[in-house]
């Protein structure tokens, strides 16, 4: 069978040692006045120009056996000189990115986004295209096998062979994994999802499928059936150490610990696996909730330069919140876990002075050069559009169970959104989901909005939680390693107050500060991020003993202290403060009344799409 597609694509691991795909990129029909092609500079999902054209190598372009010129004309677009089709371009791209966001290839894998490899024909990007997948050289992974969600044209299940994608939109959001992963398989609401797990790993695959069942489950019920989409692909790469997840439309991208996966004949749930579980939840809650529900302002996504929205924190805040939720909602977790869960969240939250500065709709809009470009004033300057959106939709959830007498909630301003704009893919327009919030609660919603997302204010959640029956308190932290959650476990004023520098370290066995934060004794004192610390009043200090060389005084009293700031030796005066009561703490209230049992049950439970009237959307 022979199909002249618009575009077609060729890639092959040619030169997996040298890290190097080669790609074939033809064009039937060129512009005539000279056809314009481009590489993104950014992937969807992770709002930072990456310039993906930087790795390119080489690039030459053919038309009827003789070269065409190419002409560079910023640094992701090149112009071909008029030709008459097809017109072949050819390159190599360098792969050596091992992350979720573009691509890597060496002697054990080939992994790749289509952001990454594939060019960008401009005019063209709306019409079908196919791809062939390549082998590598003869001699090197003669077992491989492919993992994707690209629609299979010419080729065997997990072939080699032609894929095809509807427009280039379409070709670009289904990353390819080529290797020698292990497979596995469930269904969810009749839908088809496979696993592919790349790297060293000793995965109970079954466990592992029986968990991503009920929280698939979950969210397509969420939304209501039947899913979006008709098949579902979690790529997961197993390594020493590391941390991501990409949503797609059809699939995602996780990168993992080994160790976070479940071992066979392990049954409980560790930390490690629950925080797994809940980010392939984030992910796969994202196949709604970005993925087809987006911004106007990714509607189609400009690939070239950054897409601004102010509701960043609406997609992955409310997402954020979600992903854990789905674990209680599901039976995966205890409602007491979740709620260590959240409160680990709000901490995160409570502990940064930049949510005094930046409104959860600027750190949306600034995205791409202040969320992603963190550098050691972040905690005294921005907010995270993740946390403080999570905590945000909490309140937001609260706020509308109150308001509407717990008939109504944020699962019912999801649905809608789902059904105004996810469902017919329409962008969502800027004041899109605060409208549809109002709508929902029945209750004008702008104070709220002003004060929480335009504002800087923490949302009253000590107040809100007692709807459904949760005790919200603040304390101290009792290490540098508490993450908060939870009560403290030396029990009330048993201890004196911890005392504290006022400063983040590098992970490490020196004291190298990462971070000075706003209004503390180390920025008070004139430290400096960077600064290393050798001692505390005369007497050398490490990683491990400086809590004890800060706590042999009582708070207040100040300490002398020997730093290298570059290689300059400096002496400080500091006077350690007792430790803020920065630290949230969410529990289950004991004995409270039968209406507000109901209405925690309520919200820890869910319900499936149906409660909220169709005719209201
Ligand atoms: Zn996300």
Redesign the pocket.
Known sequence: MTRVAAVSYRIRPSNPGAHIFEVHCTIADPDPAGQRISLPAWIP?SYMIRDFARHIVRISGRARGAPVTLEKTDSATWLCAPCDGPLDVSYEVYAWDLSVRAAHLDTTHAYFNGTSVFLRVHGREHEPCVVDLERPPAGIGETWRVATALTRLQAAPHGFGTYSARDYDELVDHPVEIGDFTLAEFEACGIAHEVAISGRHGTDTGRLCQDLRRVCEHHIRFFGEPAPMDRYLFLIMAVGDGYG?L?HRASTSLLCQRDTLPRPGESEMSDEYRGFLGLAS??YF?SWN?KRIKPQAFSPYDFNRAAHTRMLWA??GI??YYDDLALVRSGLITPQAYLQLLGETATRVWRGRGRFKQSLAESSFDAWTKFYRQDENAPNSIVSY?TKGAVVALALDLTIRRASGGTRSLDDVMRALWRRYGQPGIGVPEDGVECIAAEVAGVDLGAFFDQLVRGTEDPALAELLTYVGVDFTLRAAESGSDKGGRPARNGEGGNRPRAVLGAHLVAGSEVRLSQVLDGGPAQAAGLAAGDLIIAVDGLRVSATNLEKALNAHAPGKCVHMHVFRRDELMEFDLTPVAAPADTCVLVLKEGVDAATLAQRELWLAGAAATAYPASAS
Do not use: A, C, P, Q
């Open positions: 999902g997840g949503e984030h992910e994202h970005v997609f992955e997402t954020s993740y």
